[in-house]
Antibody
Framework: EVKLVESGGGLVQPGGSLRLSCEVS????????MAWVRQGPGKGLEWVAS????????FYVDSVKGRFTVSRDNSKNSLYLQINSLRAEDTAVYYC???????????WGQGAQVTVSS | DIQLTQSPSSVSASVGDRVTITCRTS??????LAWYQQKPESAPKLLIYDASTLQSGVPSRFSGSGSGTNFTLTITNLQPEDSATYYCQQGSSFPVTFGQGTRLDIK
């Protein structure tokens, strides 16, 4: 069974940092591009970042460039999202997802809530 | 960035009905379009990709069509469990973008 489990979410003050993790099981992690997608409260979906199978290429949406860093450890079947300089508008549920080429998200985690507030 | 506009924003229908949701893209995406279903407090679920390919395990009452800039998701023989929000997504170019969502209520 394909499983993706996020952790590391929480309440953080503006300007703070968080590191989200996504541990996967049930498939060959190093065969797949992986992505982070977020959903603000009552809002739609936003593709935040993605990373190639070997970590050689990363993509970020403009609104997070320079603040977010996506990484992976294939030996640990884990995906990460380092989030710095947090803003109120970063408040969202963050999902990790497996990418079925080219960009279809065929398996998702349950989501990690990130709340930015003073 | 490619903008995706879904219509209607919300729709209400009865069990057994047929519903069509449209997605229009601001630029042509050939067939690089997918549809997702999201129920409250749950992650989205991939229904259709490449505009018309049904994801494994998805009931055949779901179908997709279109190419270029105009796409449709059709649900026939509506079931109570189809109550959800539906999103389209383009995969033609980065950044990958989603439509704003269509909420489907079952009367």
């Amino acid at each position: 069974e394909v499983k993706l489990v996020e952790s590391g979410g929480g309440l953080v003050q503006p300007g703070g940092s968080l590191r989200l993790s996504c541990e996967v099981s049930g498939f060959n992690f190093d065969y797949f591009v992986m992505a982070w997608v977020r959903q603000g409260p009552g809002k739609g979906l936003e593709w935040v970042a993605s990373i190639k199978k070997d970590g050689s290429q990363r993509f970020y949406v403009d609104s997070v460039k320079g603040r977010f860093t996506v990484s992976r450890d294939n030996s640990k079947n884990s995906l990460y999202l380092q989030i710095n300089s947090l803003r109120a508008e970063d408040t969202a549920v963050y999902y990790c997802a497996r990418v079925l080429a080219p960009t279809w998200l065929d398996s998702w985690g349950q989501g990690a809530q990130v709340t930015v507030s003073s | 960035d490619i903008q995706l506009t879904q219509s209607p924003s919300s729709v209400s229908a009865s069990v057994g009905d047929r519903v069509t949701i449209t997605c229009r893209t601001s630029q042509g995406v050939t067939s690089w379009l997918a549809w997702y279903q999201q129920k409250p407090e749950s992650a989205p679920k991939l229904l259709i990709y490449d505009a018309s390919t049904l994801q494994s395990g998805v009931p055949s009452r779901f179908s997709g069509s279109g190419s270029g800039t105009n796409f449709t998701l059709t649900i026939t023989n509506l079931q109570p469990e189809d109550s959800a929000t539906y999103y389209c997504q383009q995969g033609s170019s980065f950044p990958v973008t989603f439509g704003q969502g269509t909420r489907l209520d079952i009367k």
